[in-house]
């Protein structure tokens, strides 16, 4: 089987670069399924359904979070702006300007 996951030849991406990929990958899946639970939930009636939708969607989450703590881990200077985004109060936008200014 193919995948498409990659922009450059396979075979000429190192098998770190192979990982980050599928990390990534990962990680936009685990978004997208994340989502597909929030829009499911907002039309479930059914009780019952919609509290296995949620509990489904906290373990999308959660695999949102290793993959993404995944990433972090690989690339320190992303750890630290996000350390300065993350967590804080104030202008999100302008939070990460200065995280982007200071991890440079």
């Known amino acids: 089987m193919a995948f498409d996951q990659y922009h450059e030849p ?4 190192s098998q770190e670069t192979r990982t980050f ?21 907002s039309v479930e009636q059914n009780d019952d359904a919609k509290a296995i939708m949620e509990n489904a969607q906290g373990e999308e989450f959660k695999h949102f979070g290793m993959d993404l703590e995944f990433l972090l ?32």
């Not at 990962?26 to 639970?37: C, S």
Request: proline content about 2%.
């Open 21 to 41: 990929a599928r990390m990534i990958m990962g990680l936009i899946e685990e978004a997208e399924a994340i989502d597909w639970y929030e829009q499911r939930m």
């Open 73 to 104: 881990r690989q690339k320190p200077k992303w750890r630290k702006i996000l350390k300065n985004i993350l967590f804080k109060d104030g202008d999100i936008v302008k939070l990460g300007e200065k995280a982007e200014e200071e991890a440079d």
């Open 10 to 13: 396979a075979e000429e991406l």
